[in-house]
Each structure stands twice: as C-alpha cells, then as structure tokens.
C-alpha cells in the first residue's frame, strides 16, 4: 500500500517504521529537526528491549502538496495538531483513500455513527466551525486506538518501548474494505490487531487512563506506578474514572470496565511516563483539549455532572499556561 503518516513523531514513527519494513511505500509528515534528520540519516528505529536499531528510507516531507494522493493516510498529531491536518490533508487524498486516526482522546467524529443524537451532533470543542468534518468525511475513516508506547529520544529516532497492539475499526462498526485493508497491513507489519465492531467503546477504554493518568501525572511529575502507589491519588483517578464511565453510558458506550480493572491495565505496563508528563517536561503543548475538554463538552450535552474531571481539567490548564504549553 501507498501509506502517508501525518505526524511522524513517536507513534506516528513506530508505525511508519514498522510498515516500511515490511514493505509499503512509506511517506512521512514531520517538522523541524526531527524532519531533517530523517532526510539525512533516515528514520532510525530502536528496540527497548535489545537496543538494536534499524534504519528506514521512508520519503520525508513538510509540505503534503509534495506527496500526491495515497492509498491510506495515517493521522498521527496531538490534538493541537488537528486544525493543519485539516488545512493539509487534501492532496493526499483520492476518491479510494481510507484516513486512520491513530491518536489519544476522543476523536472529533465520536458522535458521527451513534445512535444518541441521530448523528447530528457535533463536538466544537475538537472541531471548531467543522472543519475536520469537511476535509475528512467520517466515509474514508477508520478509527485506531493505541495500546503501545514509544518516545524519541534524538531527533531522527524512535524508541519502541512496550506493547504492539492496535484496536481498528469503522465509525458506527460498518466495518468493510478500508478496515480489512489496514488491518491486514499493521499486522503484516508486525503489529498486534484486533478488530472492532464497536470502535467508539474501544476509544473510550483508553479515555478512561488517558482522562485520568495524564493529567494527574503532568500535576505531580510522578510516574505510573507512584500514581498508583498513593492511595489518596489513586482514589482521586478513580473518581475521574467513574465520571468517565457515567458519560460514556448516557450515550449509549458502555466501557463495561471496572476503574480498579483499569488500573491494572497501567500496573501490568509497569513503571512509565505519561506521554503528557514527557511533553511537560520536554517544553512542548500539553494534549489537554482532546483529552479533557472533549469528554467534558460530551458531559455538557448529555447533562452528566463531572466536577472531579472539570477540576482536573482546570488545574492542568492553569498549569499548562503558567509554563506557556497550552495549545495555541
């Protein structure tokens, strides 16, 4: 396949890697010196585990105009990433091309295929004006959630550190050829891929430790297993948690996840650093609207009260502003 990441930073690298070696023709998207040490020495990958790295030619880019259409389009950014991937994207796409978000929170087409709203509702907070919606039709999507982790420790490499698996699937599980298609190649690739029918619970799964963990994280500068160790903190994440689960029910996804459950997901991960505790102490903007203000906004129009993920919310942004990395 013809596959074009858009944000080649640490997920959006492992992915491009991964499928270059196993032998799609592989473009990337990136910026600054990242982009030129892939342009120079390429796209160098290295294993936690072995620390053996391999080197990747996948063609490097700034400018999406220089790439022409693709067979698929992976969408990779943070949410403050969104509004260029929405000026970008179109000359990457032909009528056939499948777009993949492969990235944290809840995706701005959440409300697209649910039953709750007949499909008329809309989430500002992630798409101001619907200008995703418009570049991207919710027809070519097909969702990715991440169950993996990766950083980059120099510009030009990325680290793998643990976990393989991807959770793909159809806005709404019309699941059909563009799921089949990429499915078949992340696997193909050497990724662990499960197939969803329900790719909206699967996303908010994930929201349950990314609502919770990242944010508590950035606050304290601790790490996983510390969270999880202070019983004080430990119960304020599962506060968070609990609102999460009420504002998936009241429209109509069920994570059917007990918090404590979901904890020992991030146990068994071990010892880590939230990815927004990495971009905190790295200078860069922190993921809060995606993370946050989207389930909140989701709250606001199901009538769900959720005081304890608001506080959190308000906090990381005071926090966030203080140190100049709020999203533009």
């Known amino acids: 396949m013809k596959i074009c990441v858009y944000g080649a930073g640490a997920v959006g690298g492992l992915i ?35 620390g053996r790295i ?42 056939h091309t499948s777009v993949v978000t492969a990235m944290n929170g809840v995706p701005w087409w959440f409300f697209d ?15 101001p004006g619907g200008r995703l919606a418009a570049a991207i039709p919710t027809e070519r999507i097909v969702g990715c959630v991440l169950h993996l982790a990766a950083s980059i420790p120099e510009p030009g490499l990325v680290q793998h550190n643990m976990g393989r698996k991807l959770i793909v699937g159809e806005p709404g599980g019309r699941n059909g050829e563009r799921t089949r298609a990429i499915a078949d190649a992340l696997e193909t690739a050497g990724f662990e891929v499960q197939r969803s029918d329900f790719i909206e619970k699967e996303f908010w799964v994930k929201l349950l430790g990314n609502l919770s963990f990242n944010p508590v994280s950035a606050l304290t500068l601790a790490t996983s297993d510390r969270l999880i160790g202070d019983e004080l903190v430990k119960e304020y994440m599962i506060a968070i ?23 020992d997901m991030a146990r068994a991960l071990g010892r880590f650093k939230t990815s927004m505790l990495q971009d905190l102490e790295a200078g860069k903007p922190l993921e809060i609207e995606s993370l946050l203000a ?16 608001a506080s959190v919310y308000g ?11 709020a999203s533009p």
């Open 16 to 50: 491009a890697a991964w499928l270059a070696r196993a032998g799609h023709e592989i473009s990337v998207l990136a910026r600054g010196a990242h982009l030129e040490a892939i342009r120079r020495d390429g796209l160098r990958l290295r294993e936690k585990t072995d």
């Open 54 to 95: 391999d080197t990747l030619r996948p063609r490097a880019e700034a400018d999406p105009g220089r790439l022409g259409a693709q067979d698929c389009v992976v969408v990779a950014v943070k949410g403050q990433g969104l509004p260029g991937v929405a000026a970008g994207i179109a000359p990457l796409l032909a009528s």
């Open 113 to 127: 295929r649910l039953a709750y709203g007949d499909g008329r509702l809309r989430l500002e907070s992630l798409d």
């Open 241 to 263: 948690m609990r609102e999460c689960l009420a504002i998936g029910r009241a429209v109509g996804v069920d994570a059917d996840i007990d918090p404590e459950a979901r904890i």
């Open 294 to 309: 989207g389930p909140l906004e989701i709250a606001r129009k199901a009538g769900v009260a959720a005081p304890f993920t």
């Open 315 to 325: 906090m990381i942004r005071l926090r966030a502003l203080a140190t100049q990395q």
